[in-house]
């Protein structure tokens, strides 16, 4: 059964930075893609950044130069590294790989302005 834990979100203000982590089991992990999803109040759960086995990695437009996925294939580990957050950065954040697993718990982001 895959687990899924996520932790490091907080209260930060805009233009602070926080890493993320999720630490996966249930999966052979090194050749399972993984990615990260927000979902802000009110709002449909999106892809935020995307890493695939050979670490090559994509992002939605919104994040691009600010945010960093990464992964270690030896704690099981993928993590969000996020500079200059915004506002609008809000949300639930959440990691899976493909096809989903149930969902985990999340972990809060909240950037104040």
């Known amino acids: 059964q895959v687990q899924l834990v996520e932790s490091g979100g907080g209260l930060v203000q805009a233009g602070g930075s926080l890493r993320l982590s999720c630490v996966v089991s249930?999966?052979?992990?090194?050749?399972?893609?993984m990615g990260w999803f927000r979902q802000a109040p009110g709002k449909q759960r999106e892809l935020v950044a995307r890493?695939?086995?050979?670490?090559?990695?994509n992002y939605a437009d919104s994040v691009k130069g600010r945010f960093t996925i990464s992964r270690d294939n030896t704690k099981n580990t993928v993590y969000l590294q996020m500079n200059s957050l915004k506002p609008e950065d809000t949300g639930l954040y959440y990691c899976?790989?493909?096809?989903?697993?149930?969902w985990g718990q999340g972990t809060q982001v909240t950037v104040s302005s």
């Open positions: 899976n790989t493909w096809p989903n697993a149930r």
């Open positions: 249930g999966i052979i992990f090194e050749v399972s893609p």
């Open positions: 890493i695939f086995t050979h670490d090559s990695t």
